[in-house]
């Protein structure tokens, strides 16, 4: 027991550095919670951190400036962590003394993909305030968003919809759960709809038909229980849904081992 | 000996940086003041205080947002680039970095620590995650759709500042193993068992190299 709490502090380097082996590092933040002597340590070198971060400062671009600063124009901001924020904020804090570290660098994380699917739109051209507005409004109605949105191991991934569109998927193998968007899809006749799927070594599953696009986008559809090795697949299929894919995937992304 | 050089060597340049409360001299803001003198648009004459800048921008102020970006954009960048190499890929992600500093603002609190070691922990760790992701293929269609024009690495000249002159001089007093333990998991983003595989020592002497090389680091710099 004693030799396994020294070992965990012993990571507390290579956790700055960012080092440690994403599966383990939940771990090491568990330990964290209960380690004053860790947070005050990770404090205290994550500013040696930045001077290393500092000391390779490069000039960039302009134009990156201009577009930087216009992306966050139209992006809206999280809401101060007052009382009566998620669930899980909620209990993340409880848990943590006061000042504790961890509490704000994860709170931060919490809207990055969020971010990460502003650039994407903007990027792709998609209709960004539209975006914006229904991940909003799904926030609201639903913290599975802002859980998958928000974990630590969130990616995003665009893949091109083979009859035109774009499809945005932010998974977290951590919550096993994704968030599919799309943009720019062909409006199809009143007898057929847009149907996804987890297909992989667990078998191919339906995750649900998507809801009509509004002002070009479609979603945000939450989808859990991923597997190892699962693909989101799109295809088009009679409105009402089928029990296995009938036609051609119009894209196919594959969310990783 | 070497930690006490440096921190003579520090309180030599002490009025040369703006210093917060923390006690840290224009960390990020390497580029700020070159970047203030020759690029003009970081607003009010002199340095302003990225605390200060980061609490205006939680409350929606666009033109502190780009006091931020002119003083974290170069440290972000860097150190991104340092670990992914891809020059069009890490101004991707600089960006992401900035937006996420936007949009989250408002959760970032000073008690925990600087405004930029919090910047700079969003940004090194999202490079690395990135770097591990398995996700390579879908983020280069990500990338190909951007149109990303054609990267001038003259226009990339490394920024000197301060910051670089002091953290060369601290490193210089860690040991070999210390410092390759150190700046291999930073800049170049390995994990501590890639970092021991790559050095040939093992893993727990990794570990530890890192964690007491980073203390000595932070005590040379007199940060934290």
């Not at chain 1, 082996?21 to 994550?46: K, M, S």
């Not at chain 2, 780009?66 to 340092?82: C, E, F, H, K």
Request: glycine share 10%; charged share 20%; net charge positive.
């Amino acid at each position: 027991m004693r030799t396994r709490r020294s070992s965990l502090h012993a990571l507390v380097g290579a956790y700055v550095l960012d080092a440690i082996p994403v599966p383990d590092r939940a771990g090491f933040e568990r330990h964290l919670l209960t380690c004053e002597q860790c947070r005050d340590d990770v404090r205290g070198l994550r500013e040696a951190a930045a001077l290393l971060a500092a000391a390779a400062a490069v000039t960039p671009r302009p134009e990156l400036r201009d577009s930087t600063l216009q992306a966050a124009a139209v992006t809206r901001q999280l809401p101060p962590a007052v009382g009566g924020a998620r669930p899980a904020r909620r209990t993340w804090r409880r848990r943590l003394p006061a000042a504790g570290i961890g509490r704000p660098w994860l709170a931060a994380s919490a809207g990055a993909v969020a971010v990460l699917l502003a650039v994407t739109a903007v990027v792709l051209g998609v209709h960004l305030a539209g975006m914006q507005r229904s991940l909003a409004a799904q926030e609201r109605r639903d913290g599975a968003l802002s859980a998958i949105l928000g974990a630590h191991d969130a990616v995003v991934l665009t893949a091109a919809v083979t009859t035109g569109g774009t499809a945005t998927v932010v998974m977290s193998h951590h919550a096993r759960a994704l968030v599919f968007t799309a943009s720019g899809l062909p409006r199809l006749s009143g007898s057929r709809g847009y149907e996804l799927w987890l297909a992989g070594p667990a078998g191919t599953r339906s995750a649900g038909m998507l809801p009509p696009g509004r002002h070009g986008m479609t979603g945000p559809m939450i989808v859990g229980r991923l597997a190892p090795g699962d693909a989101v697949e799109l295809t088009v299929e009679p409105v009402g849904g089928s029990s296995h894919p009938t036609s051609a995937p119009i894209v196919w992304l594959y969310l990783g081992p | 000996m070497p930690d006490a050089d440096c921190r003579r060597w520090q309180l030599g340049q002490a009025d040369q940086g703006a210093s917060d409360e923390y006690g840290n001299v224009s960390v990020l803001a390497g580029g700020d003041q070159d970047g203030a003198r020759g690029r003009g648009p970081a607003g009010p004459a002199g340095p302003v205080d990225l605390e200060a800048a980061l609490a205006a921008v939680a409350r929606g102020d666009e033109a502190a947002f780009a006091v931020v970006y002119d003083r974290a954009a170069p440290a972000v960048l860097g150190s991104v680039r340092r670990i992914l190499r891809d020059p069009a890929q890490s101004e991707e992600v600089m960006q992401e970095v900035l937006l996420e500093v936007w949009r989250t603002a408002t959760r970032f609190d000073p008690a925990a620590g600087s405004a930029a070691a919090w910047i700079a922990t969003l940004a090194h760790r999202r490079a690395v995650d990135r770097v591990r992701s398995e996700q390579r293929a879908a983020e280069r269609e990500v990338r190909a759709a951007a149109a990303v024009v054609a990267y001038d690495e003259v226009a990339d000249a490394v920024e000197a500042s301060l910051d670089r002159e002091r953290v060369r001089r601290c490193l210089a007093g860690l040991t070999e193993l210390q410092r390759e333990s150190v700046t291999l998991a930073y800049y170049g983003g390995y994990s501590y068992r890639e970092v021991a595989h790559l050095l040939g020592v093992a893993v727990g002497t990794v570990k530890t190299r890192m964690r007491d090389g980073l203390i000595r680091l932070r005590d040379c710099l007199g940060v934290g």
